[in-house]
């Protein structure tokens, strides 16, 4: 007889501890769900969600089921979001599908100086609207208005079909690429203790430098606080981050300002025993951040590096918006073979996070083990093409209730009642985020 064929979703979390050297697991990859994770496509979003969210618990050690409901919520969390029972408004009107003469522009505009940028470059007025874009883009063509808005380091792609070939040759890379820099020199600090002992909080006493923005890698480091990680996120102090962004991924955090090239932040460093990269890869050489520059520095790192597009292409920044757009997701999610779709949840993004905390925490059992120093990469490219290669259907699955209510959250953050998604993992609550840069730079 022929052994049973795994899901999907039992098939990439089977791949991703093979990836973490985990295949001497005593653990059950095969977790069905009660009933499919309730985001409807027709690519693989719901078996992408459930492996994601399963394999970070299965490495944390909880052994409980998710609540596939649960699961939903939380990669939808911006659709739950409420400041003082005020939804926020999360999209730019500079972000969206544009028509051009010939085709589709998708643009991301959320950030006021990414929205600067593509008004210039499409010769707009600071105060341009909507319309104004729309109208824009609709005289150019697809090449022309991607064109004009990159070359003012504005964010636009074209919106294209999938190309096959090229997705295979991303799947044959890993989808987390592990690599140990100094495998020959064993400096790395190695810890007695191992990890995944107390359920409530196998990553108490870790030390986890958060360097991220924009869903993905706050994400993966919310999901490491709420594993008893003490973690900082570090900003520069010109670069403000929209307030709902941060009370959205910023559970269980400590947030402050800090120049990365003051003496602080390299005390900080020193001390830490992750380190968490979102910026484009030539944005952190040019601070002397890359993973390489890191664990030469401080040897025992581990470093986990997400990107949008991959190392291949270090200066080009994306949002999961984009990388949908560019890689033929939007075209395969169409309404009506038409107008471009997109994914029921910026899917992409959460995955990755979950995924990246699914290494840490593997990594870092590895340098208890092992020492030296570890680094991972993924991005959303590689996560993209993942998903492309799952089974998919030919309509998505009709639409679920999900009470959202009871799987959300309120907070008192600084005198503000703010709801938001409650955790995706069982049995654990969020604590809950802190205002945006109101804590000291010290661990």
Request: charged share 25%; aromatic share 4%.
């Amino acid at each position: 007889m022929h052994p049973p064929i795994p899901s999907p979703s039992a098939a990439l979390v089977e791949r991703v501890f093979s990836e973490l050297g985990l295949t001497d697991q005593k653990v059950d990859l095969d977790v069905v769900p009660p009933h499919p994770v309730p985001l409807p496509s027709r690519l693989a979003t719901a078996d992408l969600a459930w492996a994601s969210v399963c394999a970070v618990g299965l490495v944390a050690g909880i052994r409980e089921r998710p609540d596939p409901d649960r699961i939903s919520t939380a990669y939808r969390s911006d659709r739950v979001l409420a400041v003082d029972g005020i939804a926020p408004d999360v999209w730019s009107a500079h972000s969206g599908f544009w028509r051009s003469a010939d085709g589709w522009v998708r643009t991301h505009g959320n950030y006021p100086h990414h929205a600067q940028r593509l008004l210039t470059g499409l010769g707009l007025d600071p105060g341009a609207s909507g319309d104004d874009v729309r109208e824009a883009i609709l005289e150019c063509t697809t090449t022309e208005a991607v064109g004009l808005i990159t070359a003012e380091r504005g964010l636009a792609v074209p919106v294209l079909g999938e190309d096959p070939h090229l997705d295979a040759r991303w799947r044959s890379a890993p989808l987390l690429d592990v690599t140990r820099p100094d495998a020959v020199d064993n400096r790395g600090r190695l810890r007695s203790t191992p990890l995944a002992q107390d359920r409530g909080a196998p990553l108490a006493g870790i030390r986890i430098l958060d360097l991220t923005r924009v869903i993905a890698g706050p994400v993966c480091t919310r999901t490491l606080a709420l594993l008893g990680a003490d973690v900082l996120r570090v900003d520069p102090p010109d670069l403000p981050e929209p307030e709902w962004q941060h009370l959205d991924t910023g559970h269980g955090k400590r947030t402050t300002l800090l120049e990365a090239r003051s003496e602080r932040f390299r005390e900080l460093l020193a001390a830490a025993d992750v380190v968490v990269l979102g910026y484009r890869p030539s944005s952190l050489d040019h601070l002397g951040l890359s993973a390489s520059a890191l664990t030469e520095r401080y040897p025992g790192l581990v470093i986990a590096q997400l990107s949008a597009w991959g190392m291949d292409e270090p200066d080009r920044a994306g949002f999961d918006s984009l990388v949908q757009a560019a890689s033929g997701i939007s075209l395969i999610e169409s309404p009506d073979g038409d107008r471009p779709g997109a994914l029921p949840a910026q899917a992409l993004d959460h995955s990755a996070g979950y995924l990246l905390a699914t290494a840490v925490i593997a990594l870092l059992e590895r340098r208890r083990r092992e020492g030296g120093s570890w680094t991972v990469r993924t991005s959303l490219r590689r996560v993209a093409a993942e998903l492309l290669g799952m089974p998919r259907a030919d309509e998505p699955e009709p639409p679920r209730e999900v009470d959202t209510g009871a799987h959300s959250t309120t907070f008192d953050v600084a005198g503000r009642k703010v709801t938001t998604a409650s955790a995706a993992l069982p049995g654990l609550e969020f604590a809950a985020p802190h205002r945006w840069g109101s804590d000291q730079p010290r661990w």
